[in-house]
């Protein structure tokens, strides 16, 4: 079983929290996500900031730019992330070029060194990802599939060989907070279950713990990015207390939700 | 020269988001379908040819010639189209299309406005909405072509993200049509992103190669010793290039915007500086740094201010076949100037790229040999721009 399955045993759900590595500094992104491990966050996502991230909203793009601006580049973001004690399994959530130009072997192996579980890749889609998958296997670092409410039948071919956990968007359009989600989770749930018994957390959108439970109750997890990221863009350097107080609701609320 | 998944050689692929593959999918198999179909290909043949002005002309620039002494310099008038650019070729093809699949509503991405004036034509000639994607920098140096935009009908968005240019309006445009698929089509408007649109779109401009093929051997009875096209995503030379491929004696000559010089942080000459990446939905050539990060590309020419080069170019490059060459905002706009005086022929700040190089090109040609240039668009919408480059405060 791996690290990321154990999170799931007994049908606990899961609460998956994401920053930007380097929003404001490396060094706050230290201490944060240590506050995000202590605060109930179940799997975390650590981004790789990328100078175009196509399929995110304006919160986690401005997150990357005063990321890079701030110089986090990959090499000191390994570094920052092995210094971490890790209590909960770490993914990376990054765009394909970043992951590419270190090299795949290179960037696996150093995943592995760093105690880094998975990856997430928004623009490799199944089709493209079979190098990427080897090469990470080769490490023991799963590659996260994503499923879209416009997947339908590509469902079935995208969730077969799936590991970790699948990463359900709950809606159309990029990643950050939304009023609503009108996606009958219920059904896309479903229809993966069809296909394979890997845990599904959904994503994109999920701004309160509210919506973070009614997610959770649908699935086997909620993933929160953006109302996270917001509260650093607010306090920068100083959100300790205020990451705190949100995580502990949102983790109450998921691992509530039955 | 793709094979089935899109690939040319190892460039291309499909490195889009899920939320994508769908439409993607989609696409790919109403393409393949219509390209076949003699009803679609009927009526886009009509379009180009009672609405677009087509065949275009391929005008041997005699007094150019003469001027430069070496062999005969024939221009492709791509600028004579209406819309004054070689756009419109693929904004009539993929408007249709996305006509055909049921689609109601195009969004592009333009970097001069030259493509996304051509969208923004097809729209409203099909009865289709339009929003067009422009970064903000760009809609300041292309006030004209924002203006001409809206009058067409179409919504025009400044881009603020990022650089502020044509990369960053096509990452809004990929954004914006994951936000809404169903009744969308995405008309990119350069031979690059995911399959199917490099073939796409070079199928749509291979028009250009196909009639200038024609031409040339009917006015010259030989084909010509090279063809020359600028090259920013690379459509116009994709299509300049295409029916001249298996014409192992013709050069195929791609003209980067070298901006301020490959050797400065100003340039946007990809095959020149770049590395292997995958970005914009393709594995091809950019700009970038050591981490990956895309670079911030400069040009004089916001058509050309892009830091990738679609799939197709780079294969062309890896095997030989193509040869690609940085010529500098200064000796485009020098060409820009020469060709407006010698031949009363204004021509896009894009295209000048490709002139400058023909004319040192046809000084060591025999001058009973000659070269097609393709001059991709008219440059009406640069004076103000160049005027301002020559010290002369005048706008639009």
């Known amino acids: 079983m791996t690290d990321i399955q154990k999170v799931f045993a007994n049908g606990k759900k899961a609460f998956v929290g994401f ?106 889609p199944f089709e493209e990802s079979g190098e990427v998958k080897e090469v990470a296997q080769k490490y023991g670092v799963v590659v996260v599939d994503m499923v879209a409410p416009t997947s339908e039948d590509r469902i079935k071919k995208v969730c077969a060989e799936s590991r970790g956990f699948i990463y359900l968007v709950s809606s159309m359009g990029v990643t950050g907070m939304r009023e609503s989600i009108d996606t009958d989770i219920s059904s896309v749930c479903s229809q993966i279950r069809q296909v394979t018994s890997t845990p599904v957390c959904v994503g994109f959108g999920i701004s309160s713990p509210e919506q973070a439970r009614n997610m959770a109750a649908q699935s086997d997890g909620a993933i929160v990015g953006s109302a996270i990221v917001k509260i650093i863009e607010q306090y920068g350097a100083y959100a300790d207390a205020r990451l705190r107080e949100f995580l502990t609701s949102v983790a109450r609320a998921v691992h509530g939700a039955g | 020269m793709e094979n089935k998944k899109g690939r040319f050689g190892e460039y291309g692929g499909q490195y889009v988001p ?121 809609t300041v140096r292309q006030a004209l072509n924002v ?68 031409q040339i051997l009917a006015l010259e009875g030989a084909l010509p010793a090279a063809v020359v096209a600028c090259v920013g995503g690379g459509s116009n030379a994709m299509g300049m290039f295409y029916h001249f491929i298996g014409d192992k004696g013709v050069r195929l000559i791609g ?34 740094d050591e981490y990956g990060q895309i670079a911030p590309v400069y040009s004089i020419s916001a058509g050309l201010d892009y830091p990738g080069i679609g799939p197709e170019h780079a294969y062309l490059h890896d095997i030989g076949r193509a040869e690609y060459v940085p010529v500098t905002d200064d000796e485009a706009v020098e060409a820009f100037e020469l060709l407006s005086k010698t031949e009363g022929i204004i021509p896009a700040i894009e295209s000048s790229h490709a002139l400058a190089h023909a004319v040192k090109l046809a000084k060591d040609i025999d001058k009973k040999g000659s070269i097609i240039v393709c001059l991709s668009g008219r440059g009406d919408k640069d004076v103000a721009a160049i005027a301002r480059y020559k010290g002369e405060n005048i706008y639009d």
């Open chain 2, 255 to 288: 003209c980067e915007a070298a901006g301020r010089g490959v050797n400065t942080l100003e340039t946007a000459a990809t095959i020149a500086t770049g590395k292997k990446g995958i970005f914009h939905g393709m594995f091809s050539l950019f700009c970038q």
């Open chain 2, 18 to 138: 899920e939320t994508l593959m769908h439409a993607i999918e989609e696409l790919d198999g109403a393409y393949s379908y219509y390209k076949e179909d003699k009803e679609f290909n009927a009526e886009l043949t009509r379009l180009l040819n009672e609405y677009a002005g087509r065949p275009s002309l391929l005008y041997y620039a005699e007094n150019l010639t003469k001027l430069i002494g070496g062999c005969k310099i024939y221009l492709k008038r791509e600028d004579l189209n209406h819309t004054g650019a070689h756009k419109i070729n693929n904004a009539l093809g993929q408007a249709l299309l996305a006509k055909k699949m049921g689609k109601k509503r195009l969004i592009a991405e333009t970097g001069a406005g030259q493509h996304g004036v051509a969208t923004a034509t097809a729209a409203a000639l099909l009865g289709m909405e339009c929003e067009i994607y422009m970064g903000e920098e760009d």
């Open chain 1, 19 to 124: 920053i930007t590595a380097g929003d404001p500094t490396l060094f706050d992104s230290k201490r944060y996500l240590e506050i995000m491990q202590d605060s109930g966050v179940d799997i975390i996502e650590v981004g790789i900031p990328f100078s175009d991230p196509i399929a995110e909203g304006p919160v986690i793009q401005n997150a990357d730019l005063r990321a890079l601006k701030g110089g986090a580049h990959l090499e000191e973001i390994f570094a920052m992330v092995g210094r971490i004690q890790k209590k909960v399994p770490f993914l990376f959530m990054t765009y394909a070029n970043p992951v590419y130009v270190y090299g795949y072997e290179r960037f696996f192996a150093r995943c592995k060194k760093e105690g880094v579980s998975g990856v997430i890749i928004p623009d490799i």
């Open chain 2, 147 to 214: 203006y001409k935009m809206k009058l067409l009908g179409a919504k025009v968005h400044a881009v603020t993200s990022g650089t502020k240019t044509l990369k960053d309006a096509v990452n809004e445009c990929m954004r914006e049509w994951t936000n809404r698929v169903a009744d969308t089509h995405y008309c990119l408007g350069s031979v690059m992103g995911p399959h199917p649109f490099p073939t796409m779109v070079r199928d749509f401009q291979a028009v250009i190669s196909r009639e200038a093929r024609e």
